[in-house]
């Protein structure tokens, strides 16, 4: 004997009307008042603005002071750009060593991202700065270098002595960035050994 359970529950709803009391909602609404009141405090509204005030102004500030207090470099734009991964020309048009064959992408990617690597290591100080200077200008020569080859390689078509000219460029700047980095390692050894012998 099967019974259809939503009318079974129906019925009984019907049968058994609910109601409140007459005063029921008038004396809920009563404790509702009593514990949670209609004005919220206007403090903890204008107390979050000026937290939120407070921490615009701090990071403001201090965005302000790391600006003004960091030493930059005063390294002419032109050297700045040591490995320009764009076509030489500037025009947007041509090819560059990595357009001639995957290998020679691979080899193009391989020394770019280990020149960027380099410099990107680089510590620069005030003890340092000359020294980076003179290698920074040699960069930068080897750079218009490289641009004029690939000049060359656009004017008269892929040939030999270009190719394997831009890749010894290639070889030639991340060698000199290593003897940098060599260079400034020893000079800060010997700096830490100069003020060691000081203390003792």
Known sequence: MARD????????????????E????????????????????????????MQIAASVV???????????NTDPIDVPEEQVTVVDRDNSNGSGEGMSLGDLSPDLKKIETYYTTNINLQLSDLDVDPENKELMDSYMERLAELNKEYHRLNEELNELGPNDQTINALIKNLQLRLQLLQKLKTKLNQLKSSKNEQESSNIV
């Not at 939503?6 to 109601?19: G, H, V």
């Not at 701090?58 to 003004?68: E, H, K, Q």
């Open 58 to 68: 701090v990071a403001l500030g201090l965005s302000i002071y790391y600006f003004n």
């Open 5 to 20: 359970l939503r009318k079974l529950f129906e019925k009984e709803r019907e049968q058994k009307r609910f109601t409140m």
């Open 22 to 49: 007459d005063r029921h909602e008038g004396r809920f609404l009563a404790k509702l008042e009593k514990e949670l009141p209609n004005n919220p405090p206007k403090k903890k509204v204008f107390s979050l603005w």
